[in-house]
């Protein structure tokens, strides 16, 4: 028997390192999946939002023949709060976005038409998308011409 070969125990520096570096690109991968799969979650409870919103204004719109008119000033965006009291017979809660408490300014913003009160807006910040603008008749100029309408 080899005395020199029985007395090694362990792992050699270039063992250990290796295994560190694999358990670390392993960690990597883990982390970045998670946070994406956040992201996409969010933006699925925001599309989820903006329909239960979406359907509360069209019921509105029914009832009164028109869109609610909760901006202080038209064709101007406000906060979506505002719709609370419009909407309470359809809606008992106006959702916010998820990361609302961490970002108010990514909350859904609302606008609505001077003209025959005949077009409404919300305008929504996704995170695994572009943000874009949705509702009915949408101006293309509210928030500007490079925000998309919603598929």
């Known amino acids: 028997m080899n005395t020199a070969w029985a007395a090694k125990k362990g792992f050699t520096i270039i063992e250990l390192l290796v295994v560190m ?10 982390v970045v999946s998670y946070s994406g799969l956040q992201q996409r979650s969010r933006d699925s409870e925001r599309a989820s939002d903006i329909t239960q919103i979406k359907i509360a204004i069209e019921k509105y719109h ?25 909407l309470a017979p359809y809606l008992a809660n106006i959702p916010h976005d998820p990361q609302f408490a961490s970002t108010p300014a990514n909350d859904y ?7 025959a009160y005949d077009a409404y807006a919300i305008l929504v ?25 919603c598929s």
């Open 125 to 149: 910040h996704y995170e695994a998308k572009p943000m874009c603008k949705t509702g009915s008749n949408v101006p293309l100029g509210w928030w500007g011409t490079t925000v998309p309408l």
């Open 21 to 30: 570096v694999v358990i670390g690109i392993l960690v990597t991968i883990t």
């Open 62 to 86: 029914s009832d009164k023949s028109g869109y609610p008119r909760v901006c202080p000033t038209d064709n101007t965006a406000c906060s979506i709060t505002l719709l609370a009291t419009e």
């Open 109 to 115: 913003v609302y606008a609505q038409s001077a003209v």
